[in-house]
């Protein structure tokens, strides 16, 4: 019975806490902390149909190029690196170091060595210009504090013909909705290609020309 109490008031703390972050986070563009990690990549859906998804948009191909702006633990980032296999290159980058300690980890004992590591925010002018054939953010977008210029910095280090992945969730804090991203999207230069899923969760692929 104690350890049943013990377990009620252990799952009541990081519901407290977790309800406290997403308070926060809606008055402050503040990451998901490294501790709720389990939030963004539960261990049932390392591979799940979102997942799947998710991969089946980018289209990947052995040797691209592949930037995951604010990967957090790695959901994407492994299997990525996978398919564009050992001549391609997935670039793992998170605000925190946490996150891509976490990313190592799970890489190291997948045996995935094609994984760069990059601790920063997007629009801190730290990518590469001309360098990706395709980059990722996935509820991202919202916990940036100026989103133009980071637009402006993605846009620049996609190559030509490039595709930027953009998913929103209603469930995420920073959630974007659909005409914010379409005009700030718009207005850095790219050229909308697919669009999937509803006005509350949903998946833009976008082409740089």
Known sequence: ?????????????????????????????????????????????????????????????????????????????????????????????DIQ????????????????????????GIGEGKLEPERYDRIVMITVLGEIPDRKKAMKEIYGALKSGGLLLIEETIRDPHFQRVKAVRDLANETGFVEKVWDGSRFNYTILFEKP
């Open 97 to 120: 170091e946490g996150m891509l300690e976490e990313v190592k980890k799970r890489a190291e004992k997948d045996g995935d060595g094609n994984i760069l590591y990059l601790q920063g």
């Open 1 to 93: 019975m104690d350890l049943l109490i013990f377990i009620g008031i252990l799952f009541l703390v990081i519901v407290i806490l977790s309800l406290g972050w997403r308070f926060a986070s809606q008055r402050r563009s503040l990451p998901c902390p490294v501790w709720m990690k389990w939030m963004l990549d539960p261990p049932f859906s390392w591979m799940s149909g979102r997942t799947k998804k998710t991969l089946k948009h980018l289209n990947l191909s052995s040797g691209m190029q592949v930037l995951d702006a604010g990967c957090g633990p790695g959901r994407l980032s492994i299997p990525m690196a996978k398919l564009i296999g050992p001549f391609g290159i997935v670039t793992a980058m």
